[in-house]
Nanobody, 126 residues
Framework: QQPLVESGGGLVQSGGSLRLSCAAS????????MGWFRQAPGKEREGVAT???????TYTEDVKGRFTISRGNAENFLYLQMNSLKPEDSAMYYC????????????????????WGQGTQVTVSA
């Protein structure tokens, strides 16, 4: 199986934007549940956004209205558009695919992750 490969991370000032991409070669992104997760140093990995087979999305509370998850079906890519970035958004961001991936209102993950990407670093300066 092909790995998931993230890109698009980098250093940005507070209030700026970044668009993360996840190449899912060998997978049909419209036929599986996918999501973005992040992990800051010393913290547990947390869910950021998920997208289901039917296109329904869930977000953790503190990114609602700022981040948008989407997929490019023809290209087998998953995206995360991040606007109005804050220093607390700084973390390693991971793409994942699985079954039934959703985030509860408290950000807890539901479903099962079957594969993780290697991550892309996002750093937001104050």
């Amino acid at each position: 199986q092909q790995p998931l490969v993230e890109s698009g991370g980098g250093l940005v000032q507070s209030g700026g934007s970044l668009r993360l991409s996840c190449a899912a070669s060998g997978y049909n992104v419209s036929g599986i549940s996918m999501g973005w997760f992040r992990q800051a140093p010393g913290k547990e990995r947390e869910g950021v956004a998920t997208i289901e087979i039917d296109g329904s999305t869930t977000y953790t509370e503190d990114v609602k209205g700022r981040f948008t998850i989407s997929r490019g079906n023809a290209e087998n890519f998953l995206y995360l558009q991040m606007n109005s970035l804050k220093p607390e958004d700084s973390a390693m961001y991971y793409c994942a695919l699985g079954v039934g991936l959703k985030l509860d209102s408290d950000g807890a993950r539901r479903g099962v992750v079957l594969r993780w990407g290697q991550g892309t670093q996002v750093t937001v300066s104050a």
